[in-house]
Every structure is written in C-alpha cells, then in structure tokens.
C-alpha cells in the first residue's frame, strides 16, 4: 500500500525538515501540502526548504502557479481549485466523501482519498456515514483510506482493498511515551539548586518524566534552571516538559510544555509551537478534558485527587470516586487523551488509581518529602510495575 502524509494546515518551525524526513526514511512515499489560508510566498519558502530532489513527490492542493517553479508533481484538485494547470501532465487526486462518488471517479484520476472512513482524529466529532462494506465494489489501487488511520488499522485496511493510506491527524501529533508517562515528576523548590536536586534524585530512581515548575519564579530565573534542566532530562533520555511558559519551549529544547487553567489556552498553544511539541492541560472536570481534547491537546492533569500544599488555588477535590466517574464519561464519550491524576499522591493511592482508569501520576511533595528520594521514586515505579494494568 501506498502512504501519503497530507501537511499540518498551520506552517511551524523545522517543517521543511520534518516533511524531508518523511520522504527519505520511508514514512511516506508522498507528501501533500495543504494550507488553505496560506499565502504563496509562504507557501514558496515552505517548498524552497525541501530538497529539489524531493519535489516531485509533492502535490499542491493551492497555489498551482508553484508546480512549474518547483518543479512539484502532482496536484489535488478541490473546491477552491477544480482544475488542474493547462497541459499538466503529473499526477492528480481529488478527495471523495461518499460510496455515490467513489464509483462514478472520473480515470483522469491517478488517485483519490475518501473520508472519513473512521473517526476523524484531526476534527473531532466528523465520523463517516458509510461502512467499508459500502465502499468495496468500487475499491482498487487508486483509493486510499483518510480519516482516523492509525497503525492498528491497516491490517483492515489492506485486507479490503484499499491502494493506500493518507494520514493526517496521526502523524501530526506529538510522541507520547506512555511508560515514561505513568510516573511524573513536579519540580518542586525555593531555590535553583532545590530544583535541580529534586529532578536529578528523581531520575536517578527511574523517573522519565519531568516538569519544570516555577509559577512565582521570573521568566529569566525559570530559564536559567530551564537550560540546566533539559540537559539533565536529555542525559537520562526523559521527557522535559516546561510548565506554562510556552515562549521557552523552543529555547530551552523542552519535549512540551504543560498549561493550567488560567494560563495561555491550547489553541494558542499550538498555533505557537506547531503540532510536534508535547502540550497538557489541567482538568478539574469532564468538560475540561472535553475542552483540552477539542483545543487539541495531548494529555490532561486531572485533580486535585486530594488537598495538597504543593498547590496554591486549589481546584474542589475529586477523590477515588471523581476519577471513575470522568474517566468513565471519557470512555463513554470516545475521549482518549491520556490522564495523569495529580495531587496529594501517595504510593499507597497506586493500586486503587490503577483501577480508576487513569494512565499516570505525578507526584511532587510526597517523594521529595521522603528520607531518601532516590529511593522512594523507585519505589513508586515498582509499585507501578506491579499494579500495572491495560488502562494503567
């Protein structure tokens, strides 16, 4: 089969990169560039970034004007351009949204996606209403699966007929490592060197994931500790995430940054650091995971699941019983964004959050506050080990 990666509709920084890589290492065997606000000149310097030799394994939904210039080979035709180029002569796709359409496909087509034909990932709530079953009478080599393809279905989508895959919302998303995920660590500290103790105890005991948390610090002090940090995240190949201050992710190197409720929403977010960058969101309740997932988010902090002094303004307390229910909304919901319960944690709380269908903890105070914390965060990962579950 083959794949086609269609563009992150936001430009970002280290795209040009990011798509190169794609077509070198074999993610995809096409890339789609889809910008539809996108002015040409940017558009321009987006294809002037992507090596010569790469650009005949483009296809321009705009800008057509550009394909000449570059050299681009293929277009894809849609509402905004109905038509290809006089003369052209490369490839050309279209996008179809029903059974009706696929099987009246014109063969000036080299290829065509139809969509959804799962749950849409990058547009949240656009599900399809047609079965694979529908559409295999008309399926060949020129159709290719979009919407909601993931690793998991291809198998399937193979086996039906399908000629390929284009992916759009699975590829455009942060790497979460879910082992590194289930144990989190809050800096915690009135100092730089308090902060940088407690992360290198952590990761000492085995911690993979660490937020750099200074909320009353100044923007140059959290920087500071920031760099040191990150180098340190960096030795012991942990995730490094900055909390709130998203113009230091970039600087700092930092795998994300973790945004609570009052501070810059997702939407900003993302438009600042591009789709490659880590973000989470605090949540209280349902709606606030609903929220997250919508704003694109890629994990929720979900508490406080008891009081803690850790925390300034705490949110109303959600205990045992809080988490079950959200989570179980979430799952009723279709809502998969990772959650880590947060507050007032203990290592004794580990099996009974196991079963309420959260996927990590994060800790600060009650591993810090231990006479040995090197080894009490060990003792929190084998605890997880042993009460590890398929929803933990």
Not at 35 to 55: C, F, N, Q, T
Request: proline share 5%; hydrophobic share 40%.
């Amino acid at each position: 089969m083959k794949t086609v990666v269609i563009s992150y509709p936001d430009f970002f920084h280290g795209e040009a990169e990011a798509i190169s890589a794609m077509l070198v290492d074999g993610t995809a065997d096409r890339v789609h560039l889809r910008k539809p606000l996108s002015s040409e000149a940017d558009m321009a310097r987006l294809i002037a970034g992507i090596p010569v030799g790469l650009h005949q394994r483009l296809t321009l939904h705009d800008h057509f004007g550009l394909a000449g210039k570059f050299a681009v080979g293929g277009l894809h035709l849609n509402s905004r351009n109905p038509r290809p180029l006089s003369g052209w002569n490369g490839l050309l796709s279209c996008s179809l949204h029903s059974p009706d359409e696929l099987k009246c496909l014109s063969p000036e087509f080299d290829y065509a996606f139809i969509s959804p034909v799962y749950p849409s990932i990058s547009k949240p709530g656009y599900r399809p209403d047609f079965t694979i079953e529908d559409l295999q009478p008309w399926l060949d080599s020129r159709i290719y699966a979009l919407g909601g393809v993931t690793a998991d279905r291809m198998p399937e989508i193979e086996a039906a007929g399908f000629g390929g895959v284009a992916l759009l919302g699975a590829i455009w998303k942060a790497k979460v490592d879910m082992h590194s995920f289930r144990l989190q660590f809050i800096s915690h500290g009135d100092s730089a060197q308090a902060q940088l103790a407690g992360m290198r105890a952590v990761l000492q005991g085995g911690c993979r994931w660490v937020q750099l948390r200074m909320k009353d610090a100044a923007l140059e002090q959290v920087a500071a500790v920031g760099r040191e940090a990150a180098a340190l995240c960096r030795s012991y190949g942990a995730t490094f995430i900055v909390d709130d201050h998203v113009e230091l992710a970039d600087e700092l190197g930092a795998d994300g940054v973790h945004l609570g409720r009052n501070d810059m929403p997702v939407e900003e977010a993302r438009r600042i650091l591009g789709p490659m960058k880590i973000i989470g969101a605090t949540a209280n309740e349902f709606a606030d995971i609903n929220k997250a997932c919508m704003a694109g988010a890629d994990y929720v902090g979900l508490g406080p699941y008891r009081f803690t002094t850790t925390k300034k303004n705490l949110s109303p307390v959600l205990g045992l019983d809080g988490y079950r229910l959200i989570t179980e909304q979430c799952v009723r919901s279709g809502i998969r964004l990772p959650i880590v319960a947060i507050g007032g944690i203990t290592a004794a709380d580990l099996p009974l959050l196991a079963s309420a269908g959260v996927q990590g903890v994060a800790a600060s105070g009650a591993i810090l506050r231990a006479s040995d914390p090197v080894a009490e965060c060990s003792e929190w990962i084998g605890q997880q080990e042993k009460f590890n579950t398929t929803k933990y």
